[in-house]
């Protein structure tokens, strides 16, 4: 989007003014689409197009990108012709079951043999509910203690028929993921205790538990190596802030527990304006311009790295003077009286974010970078040879790239000296974003967030559609009763409107239904 600091453009045009942009009106994403062929030499009777899938725009013309199941040609061209209301590919449909034709019976021979016949008794089949279906069917006969039954006509026999191998597949694969939102009450709560780990509801509860236990103790430890507090005896005339502690599960972008997190937080709500703290902004990374720092990794096939810098806030210095209570459950021996008297920054702190960035800030500053003037949270660095390193923090998260690879690894040792910092190798996780790089480019997904929001609203087991939204549905302001809880329906169009990010196609139908989040019905 232009931006006033950038006088009226886009930061793809002072990145590469050499590259021009090609202006197309948007189209739907897989609609059916016709290019006309423009070939010397064709007659009255010749093809004048071939039938598409439309895919996306063209980087290197003005055109449309296409592709032709026909001809396995993809095809750029501006000359095409839309059907955006009928998709290319029709709604997926269970594959078709087998009929059943009915057995010819065949009636009984007028003579007997003479000689005896042996008999054999044949179980019947008994149909078998679907909750009982994993049982196995062809388990060995139990052999019958009663005389043998005189022999019946054969018409009168129960035909066994064979089941057959053939498995129908789900024709998408969102179908294997199970949900649990139909299950009882008691049946839900067993599957949560052996399922998830439960957060702790108080200190104790968390000592109790080693896991817990050992991230509390690494967390006093990392506030007493940074120095975060003094024990002292509060002042008069000052009043203290309490504290508490937060226990959070990381996970990694395959949903699997990473490792168990416990922070001791500031209750930063009781903190008074002038007194206790002053100045609080910190610039956050937008994400348009980490889409961008992607692209041109992308493009310049630049490597990613990622930085996790540990218990970040402790490293900001408070200038205000903030005393605290020392924290539960980790109260010092004899020093019941004392508070502590923060040198550092805290969680919770109002102006903890300020402190922590601009202490980073100093730190990369020493390095050689520069703040980006778009944007604060990035940084760069250029040598007199032309390389370059880009950096993007957001919190405790770091992005580095660039073309000046010695450049990139002395940066990183320059970080590790002042901050406790984990080097997490090439990026494949950030800000909720799953990114894989590769020679061809650079992918983004979001498959993670999107099932935890089709988790949240109990749709993991839904048919898919091949449209985000209907065209023919208009919704309208007060159609319908009003939601009872109008404030998940904010939070889910948030959620939405953040997966718009590598979902561009569901921004119009995002846009739609956040015209109601004043008064959101059911329709909507």
């Not at 630049?302 to 109260?331: C, S």
Request: aromatic share 12%; hydrophobic share 35%; charged share 15%.
């Amino acid at each position: 989007m232009p931006s006033f600091v950038l006088h009226d453009q886009i930061p793809h045009s002072l990145l590469f003014p050499d590259q021009p942009l090609y202006f197309l009106p948007p189209r739907v994403f897989g609609c059916t689409c016709f290019v006309h062929i423009l070939t010397p030499g064709q007659d009255k009777l010749s093809v004048r197009a071939t039938k598409c899938i439309f895919l996306g725009y063209s980087r290197l013309q003005k055109g449309y990108r296409c592709y032709s199941f026909e001809t396995h040609r993809y095809f750029l061209s501006a000359d095409v012709t839309f059907f955006e209301d009928s998709p290319f590919f029709s709604t997926s449909e269970s594959l078709p079951i087998s009929e059943v034709l009915p057995l010819p019976i065949i009636s009984p021979p007028d003579a007997v043999p003479s000689r005896p016949l042996q008999v054999y008794h044949r179980r019947h089949r008994v149909a078998v509910p679907s909750s009982l279906a994993a049982v196995p069917v062809d388990s060995p006969p139990i052999p019958s203690a009663s005389p043998a039954p005189a022999l019946l006509p054969s018409a009168d026999l129960p035909i066994a028929l064979r089941q057959g191998n053939r498995s129908t597949r789900n024709p998408h694969s969102i179908y294997n993921f199970l949900s649990y939102h139909r299950l009882s009450s008691p049946y839900s709560a067993f599957v949560s205790a052996i399922s998830s780990i439960s957060l702790p509801k108080s200190t104790p509860e968390a000592l109790s538990h080693p896991g817990w236990r050992q991230a509390m103790v690494d967390e006093m430890a990392a506030l007493h190596s940074t120095g975060t507090w003094d024990l002292v005896v509060l002042p008069s005339g000052k009043s203290t802030v309490g504290c508490r502690w937060v226990y959070t599960v990381k996970v990694g972008p395959d949903g699997q527990v990473d490792c168990l997190k416990a922070r001791l937080v500031a209750k930063g709500y009781t903190q008074v304006y002038g007194s206790d703290y002053g100045d609080t902004f910190s610039p956050v990374a937008k994400i348009a311009y980490v889409r961008l720092l992607l692209s041109m990794a992308a493009m310049r096939s630049w490597p990613l790295y990622q930085l996790d810098i540990k218990n970040a806030f402790l490293h900001g210095d408070l200038a205000e003077e903030v005393y605290m209570e020392q924290p539960p459950g980790f109260v010092a021996q004899g020093e019941s009286g004392l508070v502590c008297r923060l040198r550092r920054s805290l969680y919770g702190l109002k102006q903890s974010p300020q402190a922590w960035f601009s202490r980073f800030s100093s730190v990369v500053q020493e390095f050689g970078m520069f703040h980006s003037t778009a944007d604060h949270s990035v940084f760069y660095h250029h040598n007199s040879s032309g390389q370059c390193i880009y950096l993007v923090v957001y919190v405790d998260d770091i992005v580095i790239t660039g073309s000046y690879r010695n450049g990139i690894q002395n940066l990183k040792q320059h970080l590790f000296t002042y901050f406790q910092s984990k080097d997490l190798g090439k990026l494949k996780y950030f800000l909720g974003i799953e990114i894989a790089q590769s020679s061809s480019g650079v992918v983004l997904s979001q498959r993670k967030y999107a099932l935890d929001i089709l988790e949240e609203t109990g749709m993991l087991d839904c048919k898919p559609v091949d449209t985000p939204m209907d065209p023919n549905v208009k919704l309208i302001p007060g159609q319908g009763e009003p939601l009872g809880d109008p404030g998940r329906y904010r939070r889910l169009v948030g959620k939405l409107n953040y997966l718009t990010i590598t979902r561009p196609d569901i921004s119009f139908p995002v846009s739609v239904v956040s015209q109601f989040l004043q008064s959101p019905c059911d329709s909507h």
